[in-house]
């Protein structure tokens, strides 16, 4: 006889985590413009750990207990004075993060962990590591829920897409699927022949590029530029080994 | 110069309308499966006024006040005991409900439409009246959230592709769409070609077959048999003059 179904869920939106029962699920966190991708980024480039937070406040209360630690914080896109650097994934290159820890101020991606964190597990997502990701989510054998990080605690279309597209990759692999999981799928296929113009017509997108950012945009759109899967081990998330 | 543009946009669950100033906008409440395909039927077949709350327990206080009050209720898809009839939209007919209050138990669309009462006007739609409610939309030159009552609080495929066949008659109308009504109106526009075989798939149409009422789906597919617009007065959904 063939195993149950695994559950392949997906939240829309961090409003939307008390409709799951988190603890059933390993967890994947999505935030993709820009928190996720840096993340994704910053640990394939050797980061000993980053450490995600609320507050610029928080991000200052690590520094004066950890002097060595690097501390990245934006706000209106411009890096906060006194910080090392902002959220651009630029700023997570190996000459600037390997082997260090870095405070990561980001309000979307750090309210969908800590709402999240009875998980079985927490690891995080984007285009950067897809394939790296689905192909280790295939192999726990348990219910997988994508957590969109959304915008401004609401739906936003990159986040759901991504969604979809490691939906795209487990899909046939014995998962059921709930209802934002077949749109987030839907969705993704529709979007996925191009999908910064997919994704150029979002009010998010529209925001970002006000912010002069577009260069970080199509960065965190680069597929499978990085295979090491970012997981949360206590308040730090490390590479997955 | 063109007039700025009002807003269209679309609340996804009913635990996403905080999200939302309502007192902006004009409220359109979805619970396509079967609600607020219900009323939009039976006040289209002379109903005086649809009442819908929460609890069987209310319904059973109104008709205590109101014994010419017809009742309506269901639990598992049964007619609850001394109850006049379930929420089949068949149970709407103009010989049953002509002229009629009808007290109708519903959960997710009364919760849609106690969170957004503040809104600057509230009004019901469904497939069976999608062009009419359409056209009634395009000349109230205002801001337009169509809030989808989905299922437990959460996202749900019927709700959010009826939001985008909304949306399809709406858009080039000088609206301004936000990233969920992008999104519903791309999967309505895969939908379309056979709304029921694409809501086949999902988890809550698998749920109301086991409830047996196939038909009562089916029907609520029909678009355009009716051209009233059922509009909340106080605590009274009436015919819209």
Redesign the interface.
Known sequence: MPNPPNNLHVC??P??I??YSVEDYVVVIVDIFRATSSICYGIENGAEAIIPVAEVEECIAYRAKNPEYLLAAERNGEVVEGFDFGNSPFSYTKEKVAGKTVVLTTTNGTQALHLSRRAKRIVIGSFLNLTALSLWLKTQNDNVLLVCAG???????ED?IFAGAVIEQLKGNNFKL???A??AN??YL?AKGDLPAYLA????SERLKKLGIEKDIAFCLNVDITTSIPVLEGEKLVRLS
Do not use: C, R, V, Y
């Not at 915008?151 to 279309?157: A, G, Q, T, V, Y």
């Not at 017509?201 to 998010?204: A, F, V």
């Open positions: 829309l939106s409003a939307l008390p409709q915008w401004k605690n609401n739906f936003n279309l759901t709930d209802d934002p077949i749109a839907d969705l529709l017509k979002t009010s998010h």
